[in-house]
């Protein structure tokens, strides 16, 4: 399995991806994620089993302190310097095997060639363990409109964010098995 570009062809599976991760609340159509990758700032991946996705994280170029609004789209910005990670998920029967970081990891490096210089997400439903274990801290978020997007994501929703370069030389790059 080696990531590859998420296209308009595999909404269908990322919508069934999403359907077995997420409670309704956070479940976005495929409208909303046709949009996101007609975006010219959109960088997002996918890997497939078989022929079917099996995960996705969706991702695009955005400034530091941005949160992305639940359902919204990818807006492009004049100078990004922030990688931002909207929405990676797993089919359930497929945890444990490195999926996840089989798309981080490219992403970051890609990132790093843009001259980016850190990520940020939003964690939600009780991740942000495993967004730690994987380099990112919470942090605060200091302007009013953007707390009330991170807000709409619920209790315990949290901004994270991850510098690229120091951390990511220390990691080496995910091989297919």
């Not at 400034?63 to 807006?75: A, I, N, Q, R, S």
Request: hydrophobic share 45%; with cysteine; proline share 6%.
């Amino acid at each position: 399995m080696a990531p590859r570009a998420l296209t308009v062809d595999d909404l269908p599976g990322l919508l069934a991806v999403q359907h077995a991760c997420y409670g309704e609340g956070f479940v976005e159509g495929a409208e909303v994620f046709a949009r996101r990758i007609a975006s010219p700032a959109q960088c997002s991946l996918v890997l497939e089993d078989g022929g079917l996705v099996c995960a996705y994280l969706a991702a695009y170029d955005s400034v530091l302190g941005k949160v992305t609004p639940l359902h919204g789209d990818f807006e492009a910005v004049p100078q990004p310097d922030t990688l931002y990670l909207h929405d990676m998920a797993v089919l359930p029967a497929l945890a444990g095997r490195g999926l996840a970081r089989a798309l981080l990891e490219p992403l970051w490096h890609q990132a790093i060639a843009r001259g980016l210089r850190r990520s940020a997400l939003v964690s939600v439903q009780g991740s942000q363990g495993f967004w730690e274990r994987h380099g990112y801290a919470a942090q605060p978020l200091h302007d009013a409109a953007q707390r009330q997007r991170l807000a709409a994501y619920g209790v315990g929703a949290v901004y994270m964010v991850r510098g690229l370069e120091a951390t990511l030389n220390k990691l080496p790059r995910w091989r297919a098995p």
